[in-house]
């Protein structure tokens, strides 16, 4: 991390020097890494996020480079106010520069790579984080453009959520506070543009007037002491479709802390019957729209999970025992980079954006058409200070409204049919230096009656500054 104090700006015109007045620090940090991903009978699996109707395991085979680097800056004035912003760089999956056209949705863990150059000038650089900050006594107002990153992974991705916001923070060395507003999605009829609506059909092409998604919260932090911290969230969604209207509440709450050297993590997460419906689209380009419905029970969903981490000397041993039902199921982030200590899967779940999970295959821990029911355990042990290796197996009992997974049948028969699904990882951990580490990752996802199971493969170069 470098800072930067910008004291004076000159500019010499006609043999004048004028000299700026103001100053303000400057903070820089950022990430960047390379990734190699290997996927085995990844196509098909989780098209929609979950194993369901829209696709199976099929045998397939790909393998892909990914690569990204982030530089954010953060630039604080004499009188307090301040703005972040971050710029990505090179951010994309790469398959020869071959004329294909940049997409800041990125690739990996789809069984499809996609190559990123613009007029043959390979340029790709765009920003996703773009804020201010003001004291307003107690309170700062944030607004701008950014991530939603203090709501949990169980119940919300934060990797994916980027939108425009206004919110307020209140914080004290114990408590932190927000409540905010977030613009999911905007009604493309004010920029003067025609826009897939969302029907329950996301084929079938409509126009409507009525189509903002907002969406209000609070969240709270609260630390009682130096072990133990309670992160609560409640959200309430206002969509304004006229044709599938999603509006709903959701809440989520983790209580994390240790026990002498036991580290413990208890949460449980709520969506209302409407807000587990999706109801929204993401816009992936101009023709096309991604169809993000979750639940099909029509029920309020719930979950959560208990978990453990045991330290044994140079080794550890976490477990962690769930349950969702009616519908919920955790986020693709969940798993990812924050659940490390408790929660590393390699195969499930699609925390692209952390620095475990790129592996994910997109089946997210839970079921849209029920309840499941899961246990994973993951032993470590850190042989040197540099290197920590990990192996993980999960089991996760999932009720899914389909039959067999074999490929005679692809037309699902209806009800509800309960699927076992096991999962195995390998994760080896090397810090090359300060702030640098290669990672590896080696899995096989069991699906079953399925025909073809996932096997994935990740060697990646991290690097934070």
């Given at each position: 991390?470098?800072k ?13 020097i ?18 190699f991903?290997?996927?085995?009978n990844?196509?098909g699996?989780?098209s929609?996020?979950s194993?369901?109707s829209?696709g199976v395991?099929?045998?397939?085979s790909?393998n ?5 680097l982030?530089l ?9 106010a301040?703005?972040v912003?971050?710029f990505?760089?090179?951010d994309?999956?790469w ?17 499809g790579?996609i ?6 000038t ?7 984080v773009g804020?201010?900050?003001v ?5 700062v107002v ?8 203090f709501?949990?992974?169980f119940l919300?991705?934060?990797t ?16 932190t ?17 025609t826009?897939?609506t969302p029907t329950p059909?996301?084929?079938t092409?409509?126009t409507?007037?009525q189509?903002d ?8 932090t ?23 209207d ?11 802390g240790?026990v002498?050297d ?10 209302q ?19 993000t ?11 959560g999970?208990?978990?453990a ?15 969702t039902?009616?519908?919920?199921t955790a986020?693709?982030?969940f798993?990812g980079?924050k659940?490390?200590d408790?929660a590393p ?6 925390a ?5 999970g790129?592996?994910?295959t997109?089946?997210?821990i ?8 899961f246990?994973?355990v993951a032993p470590?042990v850190?042989?040197t ?13 999932a009720e899914?409204?389909q039959?067999t997974?074999n490929?005679t ?7 509800i ?17 300060d ?16 025909d073809?199971?996932?096997?994935g493969?990740?060697l ?6």
């Amino acid at each position: 991390m470098k800072k930067i104090i910008s004291v004076t700006a000159g500019l010499m015109l006609t043999g004048a020097i004028v000299a700026s007045a103001t100053a303000a620090e400057i903070t820089f940090s950022g990430d960047a890494r390379a990734r190699f991903n290997y996927e085995n009978n990844y196509v098909g699996l989780a098209s929609a996020g979950s194993i369901n109707s829209r696709g199976v395991p099929a045998n397939s085979s790909n393998n892909f480079w990914n690569s990204r680097l982030r530089l954010q800056f953060k630039i604080d004035t004499k009188g307090g106010a301040y703005a972040v912003g971050r710029f990505r760089l090179a951010d994309g999956t790469w398959e020869g520069n071959s004329g294909n056209t940049y997409s800041p949705s990125g690739g990996g863990g789809t069984g499809g790579s996609i190559g990123y150059a613009s007029s043959n000038t390979k340029s790709n650089l765009w920003v996703d984080v773009g804020y201010i900050g003001v004291p307003m006594g107690p309170i700062v107002v944030e607004g701008g453009l950014g991530y939603d990153d203090f709501t949990n992974d169980f119940l919300r991705a934060a990797t994916t959520d980027q939108f425009t916001f206004l919110r307020g923070k209140y914080a004290t060395d114990q408590t932190t506070l927000y409540v905010f507003y977030e613009k999911l999605r905007v009604d493309p009829l004010l920029g003067g543009t025609t826009m897939v609506t969302p029907t329950p059909n996301p084929n079938t092409n409509n126009t409507d007037s009525q189509n903002d998604v907002d969406q209000y919260g609070v969240n709270l932090t609260q630390k009682f002491n130096k072990d133990w911290t309670l992160n609560g969230t409640i959200l309430y969604r206002d969509d304004q479709q006229s044709l599938q209207d999603c509006s709903g509440i959701a809440a989520d709450a983790l209580i994390s802390g240790k026990v002498n050297d036991i580290g413990i993590w208890v949460e449980l997460a709520y969506k209302q019957a409407d807000y587990q419906k999706g109801g929204y689209y993401s816009v992936t380009n101009s023709s096309k729209e991604a169809w993000t419905d979750k639940s099909t029970t029509g029920d309020d969903g719930y979950g959560g999970y208990v978990a453990a981490r045991f330290p044994i000397g140079i080794a550890a041993v976490s477990v962690m025992v769930g349950a969702t039902f009616d519908g919920f199921t955790a986020s693709s982030d969940f798993g990812g980079g924050k659940q490390a200590d408790y929660a590393p899967f390699v195969m499930l779940s699609q925390a692209n954006g952390k620095d475990l999970g790129f592996l994910g295959t997109g089946v997210l821990i839970g079921s849209n058409d029920g309840n499941a029911y899961f246990v994973n355990v993951a032993p470590s042990v850190k042989p040197t200070d540099k290197l920590t290796l990990t192996v993980e197996g999960t089991y996760m009992n999932a009720e899914h409204g389909q039959g067999t997974l074999n490929a005679t049948n692809t037309h699902w028969s209806k009800g509800i049919t309960t699927l076992n699904i096991w999962e195995v990882g390998g994760i080896a951990s090397y810090k090359v230096t300060d702030g640098a580490s290669v990672n590896a990752l080696l899995g096989y996802l069991n699906i079953e009656d399925a025909d073809n199971n996932p096997v994935g493969f990740g060697l990646s170069l991290d690097l934070k500054f």
